[in-house]
């Protein structure tokens, strides 16, 4: 079956195939369905820990698949809640290694 063909059957059934994406398998040579709700948003905010007004510890915040995460402060300046922020998939793993290096696990 043809790529455009895939995409027709899913289009033309739209109601069973809710909450689903097309993307490309691993393997680069297929279109197959995934979770559309697979990605998160992740925002590291840097703070002081110890009251010494340096900034020495990392809280990540993340949507947990759902939809209610800001990013920025809701005022008139609407600057970033973040010090850095990215989307990547859910369910992510961070940990500090004895480096005092980030690890991410997928």
């Known amino acids: 079956?043809?790529?455009?063909?895939?995409?027709?059957?899913?289009?033309s059934n739209l109601s069973a195939n809710a909450g689903k994406a097309i993307?490309?398998?691993?393997?680069?040579?297929?279109?197959?369905?995934?979770?559309?709700?697979?990605?998160?948003?992740?925002?590291?905010?840097?703070?002081?820990?110890n009251s010494f007004n340096l900034k020495d510890s990392?809280?990540?915040h993340y949507t947990g698949g759902s939809d209610d995460?800001?990013?920025a402060h809701n005022n008139s300046e609407q600057t970033?809640?973040?010090?850095e922020s990215f989307i990547a998939k859910r369910n992510l793993s961070f940990s500090v290694?004895?480096?005092?290096?980030?690890?991410?696990?997928?």
């Open 69 to 71: 995460l800001s990013v």
């Open 23 to 49: 993307v490309v398998n691993n393997a680069g040579n297929e279109l197959v369905f995934g979770d559309a709700g697979s990605s998160d948003i992740y925002g590291f905010e840097k703070y002081d820990s």
């Open 58 to 60: 990392l809280k990540v």
């Open 80 to 83: 970033d809640l973040y010090d």
């Open 97 to 106: 290694n004895s480096d005092g290096e980030l690890l991410v696990t997928v």
């Open 1 to 11: 079956m043809t790529k455009a063909r895939d995409i027709a059957d899913i289009a």
